[in-house]
């Protein structure tokens, strides 16, 4: 397997919900990465974890909630967003735990709404 | 931190021309220095890189060079096609750790 996937496609919740995005990757990387897009702009980094440690956090509500539970999964917990929060989110890996000249493999990204 | 612009943020060529996009970068320890094309509603794809000990990085229609004492990188792409057309992002790592600055980003349209 040589892709990053990404589950949901898309996700529609309201203020109030809790909700989880899902980051999958057999490639045996080690380092993962969490991205916001908004329409018409660059991804901004969100998380990065290295060998499942969070090791950036780049001052991320707490209302976004990353977890690493071994080395191929990452998700995203969700708790009260606000509609700003719509976006692509993005999920990425690269091999070596994130070194500097690593190249960063993305998924296909979860489309959320917020309501 | 760093910091990536990039020019022109649109670029309209007509089917087998060339298309240049040029990014520059603050940061002078950076050294990585990769292209992404993202169609709509599609992932982020790498179709360069560079890395800051090589000068100009080339694969069939598509070139990237770096200029360090500038600090400017540029992705040359020759004989468009309209498959061509998405948005580029150029981007460059942070001293230290792993972490992407992306530029603003580049529509480019070829038109058959």
């Known amino acids: 397997d040589t892709e990053v996937t990404q589950t949901p496609k898309h996700l529609v919740m309201g203020m109030t919900n809790k909700k989880s995005l899902k980051c999958e990757q057999h490639?045996?990387?080690?380092?993962m990465y969490w991205y916001k897009q908004k329409a018409k702009k660059p991804p901004e980094l969100m998380f990065v974890y290295s060998y499942e440690k969070l090791s950036i956090n780049e001052s991320v509500p707490s209302r976004f909630s990353p977890e690493c539970p071994n080395s191929s999964l990452l998700n995203l917990h969700l708790h009260a967003l606000q509609p700003e929060d719509s976006a692509l989110y993005l999920c990425a890996s690269s091999p070596n735990g994130g070194l500097s000249t690593d190249t960063q493999y993305f998924g296909p990204g979860t489309r959320l709404t917020v309501l | 931190g760093e910091n990536v612009e990039q020019h022109p943020s649109t670029l309209s060529v007509q089917e087998g021309d060339s298309a240049v996009i040029k990014c520059t970068y603050s940061?002078?320890?950076?050294?990585?220095f990769p292209w992404y094309k993202q169609e709509l509603g599609k992932r982020p794809q790498l179709i360069i890189d560079i890395r800051s000990n090589v000068g100009e990085k080339k694969d069939q229609r598509i070139a990237v060079t770096l200029n360090k004492t500038a600090k400017h990188f540029s992705l040359h792409i020759t004989e468009t096609q309209p498959e061509d057309s998405a948005v580029y992002f150029c981007?460059?790592?942070?001293?230290?750790?792993?972490?992407?600055?992306f530029g603003t980003g580049t529509r480019l349209l070829v038109s058959p």
């Open positions: 981007a460059a790592t942070s001293t230290g750790f792993q972490k992407l600055v």
């Open positions: 940061d002078s320890a950076s050294n990585y």
């Open positions: 490639m045996g990387h080690r380092a």
